[in-house]
């Protein structure tokens, strides 16, 4: 099967219509917000209307500060408008953002989100299939559902539920009850094969599912440029953002698994005092070799194929910097015929 490529949707509301075209004609075939200062869903119903051939996606929506049904109802929406192709992606956020900058509670994660799919699906499954809403568990509880309020079945199905995951326990729940897996962009290798991708066959194993019915979609960082000047501030944008991430104690797992755990502690402090303009200073060409894919553009198709090839689904790239739209387009056209040859 050919791997999806998607492209990063950062458009605000205003140019998103204008941004998702753009995507649609450098070549990608889905394409995902993030949440970060504004909200990811609403420029997806202008790409799903404007750029009607791509894949929508949240990539991620955080979970916790939204009601399981707020969040089946935007979806149901988003699935319907896009003709059956959006992608509910959703995560959990650090501690610190959920307790500090939504004011809810986060612990323990994990079994939150594991019961926060179980209820959304519980409510897809009412909608699509007439059954009784009684759904109870420990954090979520939807036992009502009356036609006023009941949208019915969607003509386009029901929308998957991929779930951004790191840390082994969430990445295994991914495996249980998610329909597919957003591997975070601070990934490497080793990382991947030996803890995230034994984490999901052990969620599979303990549903009773198979690899075939999940979904594994790696965000891949890529340095890359026409032009030495070009490859050079691309690496330097991306050494900022390996910092920013390698800051984050909850980020520790990937450093870890190459011996860079060390690391993490200094940067955190750097962080703490404000000195974000050093963390990227700390990442050493080792580090950025193994959480990014670099090279000359010709290189690039090659090399990410390479790397997650034989595992992902869904490649998303993750290229933190300004490139020209037709460097894009022949990367992904390499991606393409690389695959169709092989």
Same mark, same amino acid.
């Given at each position: 099967?050919t791997? +999806?490529?998607?492209g990063p949707?950062?458009?605000?509301?205003?140019?998103a219509?204008?941004?998702?075209?753009?995507l649609?004609?450098?070549?990608?075939d889905?394409?995902?917000?993030?949440?970060?200062s504004?909200?990811?869903?609403?420029?997806?119903?202008?790409?799903?209307?404007?750029?009607?051939?791509?894949?929508?996606?949240?990539?991620?929506?955080?979970a /916790?500060?939204?009601n399981?049904l707020?969040?089946?109802y935007?979806?149901? $929406?988003?699935?319907? /408008?896009?003709?059956?192709r959006?992608?509910?992606?959703i995560?959990s956020?650090i501690?610190?953002?959920?307790? +500090?900058?939504?004011?809810?509670d986060?612990?323990?994660?994990?079994?939150?989100?594991?019961d @926060?799919?179980?209820?959304?699906?519980?409510i897809?499954?009412?909608?699509?299939?007439?059954?009784r809403?009684?759904?109870?568990? +420990?954090f979520?509880?939807h036992?009502?559902?009356?036609?006023?309020f *009941?949208?019915?079945p969607?003509?386009?199905?029901?929308?998957p539920?991929?779930?951004?995951?790191?840390g082994?326990?969430?990445t295994?729940i991914?495996g249980e009850?998610?329909?597919?897996?957003?591997?975070?962009?601070? *990934?490497?290798?080793? /990382?991947?094969?030996?803890?995230?991708?034994?984490?999901?066959e052990?969620?599979?194993?303990?549903?009773?599912?198979?690899?075939a $019915?999940?979904?594994?979609?790696v965000?891949?960082?890529?340095?890359?440029g026409?032009?030495?000047?070009?490859?050079?501030?691309?690496?330097a944008?991306?050494?900022?953002l !390996?910092?920013f991430?390698a800051?984050?104690?909850?980020?520790?797992p990937?450093?870890?698994?190459?011996? @860079?755990?060390?690391?993490?502690?200094?940067l955190?402090?750097?962080? +703490?005092?404000?000195?974000?303009d050093?963390?990227?200073?700390?990442?050493d060409?080792?580090f950025?070799?193994?959480?990014?894919?670099?090279?000359?553009?010709?290189?690039?198709?090659?090399?990410l194929l390479?790397?997650?090839?034989?595992?992902?689904?869904?490649?998303?790239?993750y290229?933190? @910097?300004?490139?020209?739209d037709?460097?894009w387009?022949?990367?992904?056209? $390499? !991606?393409?015929?690389?695959?169709?040859?092989?």
């Amino acid at each position: 099967m050919t791997i +999806k490529i998607d492209g990063p949707f950062y458009a605000q509301l205003g140019g998103a219509a204008a941004e998702a075209r753009r995507l649609a004609a450098i070549g990608y075939d889905g394409v995902y917000t993030l949440e970060g200062s504004w909200d990811p869903f609403l420029p997806l119903v202008l790409a799903a209307e404007h750029a009607p051939g791509l894949d929508i996606a949240t990539g991620i929506a955080v979970a /916790f500060p939204r009601n399981p049904l707020h969040l089946a109802y935007q979806a149901w $929406d988003l699935q319907r /408008f896009s003709e059956g192709r959006f992608l509910l992606g959703i995560g959990s956020q650090i501690k610190a953002h959920i307790e +500090k900058r939504f004011g809810i509670d986060f612990d323990p994660p994990a079994t939150r989100m594991r019961d @926060y799919i179980l209820a959304l699906k519980a409510i897809f499954d009412c909608w699509q299939n007439g059954t009784r809403l009684s759904y109870e568990g +420990k954090f979520y509880r939807h036992t009502l559902m009356t036609p006023m309020f *009941n949208p019915g079945p969607n003509p386009f199905g029901v929308p998957p539920i991929m779930l951004g995951a790191l840390g082994p326990r969430m990445t295994e729940i991914a495996g249980e009850v998610a329909d597919g897996l957003i591997v975070h962009p601070f *990934n490497n290798e080793r /990382f991947l094969r030996e803890q995230a991708l034994p984490a999901v066959e052990r969620g599979l194993a303990q549903a009773g599912r198979s690899r075939a $019915d999940f979904t594994l979609q790696v965000n891949a960082i890529v340095i890359t440029g026409e032009d030495t000047a070009g490859r050079e501030a691309a690496a330097a944008a991306v050494r900022g953002l !390996l910092g920013f991430y390698a800051s984050t104690p909850a980020y520790l797992p990937p450093m870890a698994a190459i011996g @860079y755990a060390d690391l993490q502690p200094e940067l955190n402090t750097l962080s +703490k005092q404000g000195q974000w303009d050093e963390l990227g200073k700390r990442i050493d060409d080792e580090f950025v070799a193994a959480f990014a894919v670099s090279g000359h553009p010709g290189d690039i198709a090659a090399a990410l194929l390479a790397r997650y090839g034989d595992c992902a689904d869904r490649l998303a790239i993750y290229a933190p @910097y300004a490139a020209p739209d037709a460097m894009w387009r022949e990367i992904l056209q $390499d !991606l393409r015929r690389l695959q169709a040859t092989a």
